[in-house]
């Protein structure tokens, strides 16, 4: 592993002496099984090296310079065996996903101009060494949450991540897709939640404490057409969407545009506007039967856009259920009226109230919930999972309780806080999470026996975009710690103590000329490029903080 370029690292590396020696003479041949990869490496590979790489007939086409994709029914589903020797480069996987996973391999040994879109050197020679690589997923749960409500990421921009994804083997993608900012995607009954709810005024620039803003609207959504490509993209490399839709709070952006979803005794939700600002919304939804309705109208628009198929994960649909503040519900005589007729003891009994009708309402519809870890006061229905973002307790908590977890805490893998200290950190909010950080993170925590562990089904990096108005600001915050979590969420490493950062280093050298050649706006180890600062723009820079923005 030591003299391995790869990220992340696989189980077992053995080099051998030669190279494959790819030519205009090479052929791809995809067996049964694997054409969907064939076509996939095909043409990334034919677009950086500008060779033909035609599709051979027979495995042994090859003829020592070529390239082989097979199934090995022997192999786990995402695990894969690539050989690289006299007789060629072959790639098997247990199934279509592993040799998924072992073309991107393959790429990496390439070097970073297979990274590139076209080639740039046309009489380089294109060498893969001679070695054996075996390697398998510690965590079948590799999941990136992309935060699309907060600031609007366009369609090509979602693309371009499950790509990002992709070169380092995540395979679920969490689109947050409502929010009090933002609702993100079309639905056909409910026109006014893109008409109206997808725009905001004007927008807070930093923290919300910042005295500056950004005096244009700002906004967008995703036709329902734009999220099946999205799906059908992330598909093809095997990658699972998994859609957010956030109540009961969160949701003023929704209110905004029907305002009877709101808590109208209390509150003139006629006035609301899409908000502009950063933090914890006191305007939630009314726990009504017509709320309960037309979100069930939404969910059923959603569910035929994300459906559930033989991919992992593809049944879970996440209803947020996270920073729900009371105050309206006790204020509320139609809310507290709610409460008597349901024989509930108070607030946080109405909210577990209108969660667990979601979780029936997609169990009755063969789905599955996930929420985040709040979701779990007043119980859950068995098939239920957790979002564990608060440190780990919740994530505890529920794999005691029997419920699936997705380890993703606020203190080690929330991408939008702050790389470093300095003074130049652009909007630094948060708690200081370095590269070495995310690379020492370890998402089983020690106290869970063997048999409560099983039920960690992975982890998740997340990508809050309140400080991010742009791809160029995601990108600095993603990279390059999302290679760090990648390797955390792929490889079996040691005790995080343990870990040998040093060597990581050594391979993030290469791996950042990977990045380079994706065109991936990453925080290089010196500090923010002059492009990247935000002078004068107020973050929350203090040290334990609240980080909450």
Request: proline share 7%.
């Amino acid at each position: 592993m030591r003299n391995s370029p790869l990220i992340p690292a696989p189980c077992g590396v053995a080099a051998g002496a030669g190279e494959v020696r790819l030519t205009a003479h090479s052929r791809l041949f995809a067996c049964d099984g694997t054409e969907g990869v064939g076509r996939w490496l095909g043409t990334v590979l034919r677009d950086a090296t500008g060779l033909p790489l035609r599709e051979g007939r027979e495995l042994d086409d090859t003829e020592g310079d070529g390239i082989g994709l097979r199934l090995d029914p022997g192999l786990g589903s995402e695990e894969y065996r690539l050989v690289s020797d006299p007789s060629g480069v072959l790639v098997e996987g247990g199934g279509a996903a592993g040799v998924f996973w072992g073309a991107q391999t393959l790429r990496q040994l390439l070097g970073p101009e297979a990274y590139r879109r076209a080639p740039i050197h046309r009489d380089r020679a294109w060498t893969v060494p001679y070695v054996t690589v075996e390697d398998a997923p510690r965590f079948r749960w590799r999941g990136l949450m992309l935060d699309v409500a907060r600031h609007f990421m366009p369609k090509d921009g979602v693309l371009r991540y499950l790509d990002l994804m992709a070169a380092h083997k995540l395979n679920v993608l969490h689109l947050h897709l409502t929010d009090d900012q933002g609702w993100r995607v079309e639905i056909k009954r409910y026109p006014r939640l893109t008409e109206v709810g997808s725009w905001r005024a004007r927008t807070k620039f930093g923290h919300r404490a910042s005295p500056l803003w950004e005096e244009k609207p700002h906004g967008g959504h995703y036709t329902q057409d734009d999220l099946r490509e999205i799906v059908a993209y992330a598909a093809e490399r095997h990658i699972t969407v998994v859609p957010e839709i956030d109540v009961p709070g969160h949701s003023q952006a929704a209110v905004a545009a029907y305002p009877e979803l709101g808590n109208t005794d209390v509150v003139d939700t006629a006035s609301l506007a899409v908000w502009d600002t950063w933090g914890v919304n006191k305007n939630v939804l009314a726990p009504t039967d017509h709320t309960l309705r037309f979100y069930e109208g939404v969910f059923e628009e959603v569910l035929e856009l994300f459906p559930a198929d033989a991919a992992p994960f593809s049944a879970f649909v996440h209803i947020g259920g996270d920073e729900c503040p009371k105050d309206q519900w006790r204020e509320s005589a139609a809310a507290q009226a709610r409460m008597r007729e349901l024989g509930l003891a108070d607030e946080d009994a109405l909210q577990s109230w209108f969660v667990r009708h979601f979780d029936n309402w997609l169990t009755a519809r063969g789905r599955r919930l996930i929420g985040w870890d709040e979701i779990l006061e007043g119980g859950l229905a068995p098939g239920a999972a957790v979002s564990s973002w608060r440190g780990y307790a919740g994530g505890v908590t529920a794999a005691r309780m029997g419920h699936d977890v997705v380890m993703c805490p606020e203190q080690q893998v929330y991408l939008d806080h702050r790389q470093d200290d300095g003074p130049d950190e652009p909007v630094p909010i948060g708690w200081v999470r370095t590269l070495e950080d995310v690379f020492r993170f370890e998402p089983v925590p020690p106290e869970l026996t063997h048999d409560e562990a099983r039920h960690v089904l992975g982890t998740q990096a997340n990508v809050w975009t309140e400080v991010m108005e742009d791809q160029a600001r995601v990108d600095y915050q993603t990279f390059p710690r999302l290679a760090a979590f990648a390797e955390v969420a792929w490889s079996r490493l040691p005790a995080p103590a343990e870990r040998d950062f040093g060597d990581f280093e050594r391979r993030m050298t290469v791996h950042r000329a990977r990045l380079d050649a994706l065109g991936v706006g990453y925080r290089p180890p010196s500090g923010p490029r002059p492009w990247q600062r935000r002078p004068g723009v107020l973050g929350r820079p203090i040290e334990g903080a609240p980080p909450n923005v």
